[in-house]
């Protein structure tokens, strides 16, 4: 199957021959479906709670966390290509001499393009976008209509204008304020001081594109100084890049191994699930996870946030409860607390308790207790569904058997099988990415988190290459396979909370207008 030079590519790039050959093994013999067994719904698998409740929470965050090693992790690595995808395909098909914009929008049925061209001096970039366009084109002013839409979308995106679609997301202007545009990096930044800093100091880790490292380590020392004045924070900021071990080969839909036009073999990012070695490399009390593109203007930011405390101080109350416990497994608990304990995994922490937990005998008990106990834990806020059913939160049985509260990606389900999609149907919540984790034992050591990964949660996926359809292998998702074997607790948080900007037309919402 692969050749010398396979061979050496393959050991260049730091993965096994046998990792390889498991990753092609996977993609011929296809993915595993998750088997739902019922969606998880409030008092079903989501906690909920009333604006009292969530007071008292973030106090107790509040009065916790200048004792905490707090770190916010944000994947950044993506590209903006995918948000202009649309006006690729305009400059594409668009002419500009015989065309207008709208009748081009009906005769390929895109509202995106009207909304684009409608919208066009809200964008935090339009004076900048304004400015290079009459730069490059010192007739501007004298253009048709139709020839000036054409050269503002080509401003946009060519390399010799702002070559945005380059960038990555974490670096355009996403908001205007009256002191210029903002970033969603240096959003994030500013986010941090709400909720993820400490003793006066914010600790943030991006994981980026090593193409777009330095211009990201440019963007921080560009506006370090004035968010610290601003802020009264310190910040200290770190990234990494997505591992090339981690990426995997792709298939043809001949299932042979896919090749470049030199003859080497395709290997291809993994998803977001070839982040866990970037996560498992830090150590800090308490991480919380958001995804680069979900953050809005700071005023809103400031409610938003509050739903952040609320989700580290339900991980924080049952971590300490955990550790307690844990403490009494070691200390020779009596039969009374082990039922006690047992009742706090099933309750607090969602765990199935093996139907042969009352016959074990007591070390039985000690044994399973602990190990159950002694995992990693997540609080994710899962936002009400209202609009498609799709990936989420479900009760999930595993190979073995157990019953298990997870995360789980569309891709995961067989939409196939009746059963699964009535589950799905039935779905009232979804995944925001939205979360907390405790990634240390109660002896303060860390998790090594490579341990609590669920293999078979991995994706295959369908991309195009050059024009050509290949089969993709996704690792299990940080959020879902990845963590599969943590302990999950789930709780609602609005959908305000979720903001993510899909297309540049997303930033034409409220959220992202000052």
């Not at 009906?106 to 409608?118: G, W």
């Not at 042969?356 to 044994?367: C, I, L, N, P, Q």
């Not at 290459?465 to 599969?484: F, R, T």
Request: proline share 3%.
């Amino acid at each position: 199957m692969f050749t010398e030079k396979d061979l050496d590519q393959i050991k260049n790039k730091g993965i096994s021959l046998e990792q390889v050959e498991a990753q092609v093994s996977r993609i011929k013999n296809g993915m595993s479906y998750s088997n739902l067994i019922s969606a998880a719904t409030i008092g079903h698998g989501i906690e909920k709670y009333n604006d009292n409740d969530m007071q008292k929470l973030i106090e107790s965050y509040h009065a916790k966390q200048d004792s905490l090693d707090i770190l916010k992790f944000v994947p950044a690595s993506g590209a903006a290509t995918r948000m202009f995808k649309f006006l690729f395909q305009f400059l594409n098909k668009f002419n500009p001499e015989t065309d207008t914009v709208e009748a081009y929008a009906e005769a390929n049925n895109d509202k995106l393009i009207k909304t684009f061209f409608s919208g066009l001096e809200s964008f935090p970039f339009y004076e900048k976008v304004m400015t290079k366009v009459k730069a490059l084109n010192p007739n501007f002013d004298a253009l048709s209509e139709s020839e000036a839409s054409y050269k503002i979308v080509e401003t946009v995106l060519s390399e010799e204008g702002l070559n945005y679609s380059f960038l990555p997301k974490g670096l355009l202007p996403f908001h205007k304020y009256e002191t210029g545009a903002k970033t969603p990096f240096q959003e994030h930044l500013m986010e941090s001081k709400i909720y993820a800093s400490s003793n006066g100091k914010a600790n943030l880790h991006f994981t980026v594109s090593e193409k777009h490292h330095d211009y990201f380590k440019a963007e921080f020392e560009a506006v370090k100084a004035a968010l610290e004045a601003e802020t009264g924070i310190s910040f200290n900021v770190t990234y990494s890049y997505q591992n090339q071990a981690t990426e995997t080969l792709a298939l043809t839909t001949k299932n042979e191994i896919f090749r470049k036009e030199d003859g080497s073999i395709l290997f291809r990012p993994a998803g977001h699930g070839a982040l866990l070695e970037n996560l498992n490399e830090l150590d800090s009390d308490i991480i919380f996870i958001k995804n680069i593109d979900n953050i809005v203007v700071l005023e809103m930011n400031k409610d938003i946030s509050n739903y952040k405390k609320v989700l580290a101080a339900v991980l924080l109350e049952a971590q300490e409860q955990a550790f307690t416990y844990l403490n009494d497994l070691d200390a020779d608990a009596d039969e009374a607390k082990l039922l006690e304990i047992a009742a706090f995994i099933k309750s607090k922490l969602n765990v199935v308790l093996n139907d042969d937990f009352d016959d074990f005998s007591k070390a039985e008990k000690v044994t399973y207790l602990k190990e159950r106990l002694n995992r990693p834990i997540r609080v994710c806020g899962m936002v009400k569904n209202e609009g498609e059913p799709g990936g989420g939160p479900f009760w999930v049985k595993d190979k073995d058997g157990n019953t298990s509260l997870q995360v789980v990606e569309f891709a995961q389900i067989d939409e196939k099988n009746s059963q699964q999609n009535d589950i799905v149907q039935n779905a009232t919540h979804f995944n925001p990415t939205d979360l907390v984790c405790g990634v240390k034992n109660y002896k303060g050591e860390k998790f090594d988190l490579m341990q609590y990964v669920d293999p078979e949660a991995a994706f295959i996926t369908m991309k195009t290459q050059n024009g050509i359809d290949i089969q993709a292998l996704e690792l299990p998702g940080l959020w879902n396979g990845s963590m599969a074997y943590w302990n999950s607790i789930f709780v609602e948080v609005p959908v305000e909370t979720f903001n993510p900007v899909k297309t540049v037309n997303d930033l034409l919402k409220p959220v992202h207008q000052v």
